[in-house]
């Protein structure tokens, strides 16, 4: 069976996987103050052209989310979101269950857009019983969106702009960033990311990494104190190390970006694949996320040697089927898939 059901079902890129097995019996401090982590920080610092931010290691994406989230809420705020959003559909309540409202408004070809936070804050603020109400204290998105279409610069810059007009954060969430950045259709730059929220983060676990995701805070209302909520929220890895060792090979010699740009230029070859074999897209992405129309009798024979995710149902006799590529995807296999369509 080979599969393209995720781009997390491979362990960890060779790279990482040697320098955890060199380094497995060096001593260090725990809790990621360790100087595997410090080397890391820097080179992402490096990488994205950080100025003036402070970069953090979780483990997981839901726990970076629902941490992130929670310190940067008071009890009686929420998050908006595009019905869509990760948060809202794939992370079993975790931001509820911290006690902080999903603010879920319907996507626009999965995205959330800057007129949409403004209409609903104006008429949250014109409410004359708003505090009847959850206040509404930050905006997420995901870069790229959970359909894999791209935000452009535009986009990201006038979604900031809004909310720095109503005094709420912005945050990007960054799952499979490495992919958004290595799109054709992309055009926001690593150095342009400081500049364009208050929050975002740099996933390992989709793009290279056994696990793991960095965190980069650029507001610095949200700096404070941090760490005390990594620790409570159960995120504080005490061998941090194997965070820091990770992130630090991802960002040897561009190895974050060749590896993205390897799984987009397969998604693409797939995409073609499908498109000449006169098969419909679901959505257009440019993303290692490919979204395709299969009759339930195509779908169930590809099934036989091929694993991928059912999207939505369309009607009785079709559905819209997710495919993924990632930084292990054999090009071998694409040819396989493509020739049984």
């Known amino acids: ?58 483990v997981g994406g839901t726990q970076t989310n629902a941490t992130i989230i929670a310190a940067a809420l008071k009890p009686y705020q929420g998050v908006i979101s595009p019905d869509t959003g990760h948060i809202n559909v794939h992370e079993t309540g975790a931001v509820e269950a911290r006690g902080h409202k999903v603010l879920a408004v319907k996507n626009e070809n999965g995205k959330l857009c800057a007129k949409q936070i403004e209409e609903l804050l104006t008429s949250h603020n014109a409410d004359e019983s708003k505090e009847h109400t959850v206040m509404p204290k930050m905006a997420y998105i995901s870069f790229p969106t959970e359909t894999g279409t791209i935000y452009s610069k535009a986009e990201l810059q006038e979604i900031y702009n ?23 259709a992309n055009d926001v730059k690593p150095c342009e990311l400081e500049n364009l929220c208050d929050v975002f983060y740099i996933g390992g676990t989709k793009v290279g990494a056994l696990f793991g995701e960095a965190l980069v805070i650029t507001n610095d209302s949200l700096k404070p104190d941090f760490r005390y909520m990594i620790k409570q929220s159960g995120a504080m890895l005490a061998k941090g190390r194997l965070l820091g060792i990770q992130f630090s090979e991802l960002f040897t010699n561009n190895l974050y970006f060749e590896i993205s740009k390897r799984a987009i230029t397969l998604a693409e070859k797939l995409k073609n694949g499908f498109l000449q074999k006169g098969y419909e897209l679901f ?22 040697s091929f694993g991928f995710e059912l999207w939505v149902k369309i009607d009785e006799e079709k559905s819209a089927y997710r495919f993924c590529t990632s930084w292990a995807t054999r090009e071998e296999n694409i040819d396989k898939l493509i020739s049984c369509l």
């Open 283 to 304: 959505v257009n992405s440019y993303t290692n996320q490919q979204f395709v129309v299969l009759s339930n009798e195509k779908a169930a024979e590809l099934r036989e």
């Open 162 to 184: 809004t909310c720095k007009k109503y005094g709420i954060y912005f945050f990007i969430d960054g799952a499979r960033l490495g992919y958004a950045l290595a799109s054709g």
């Open 1 to 58: 069976m080979i599969l393209f059901t995720s781009d997390y079902t491979e362990g960890c890129h060779e790279n990482i996987l040697n320098a955890l097995n060199k380094t497995n019996m060096v001593q260090t401090v725990g809790y990621g103050e360790d100087e595997y982590c410090a080397l890391a920080k820097e080179k992402i610092k490096a990488a994205f052209s950080l100025t003036h931010s402070d970069v953090h290691f979780l």
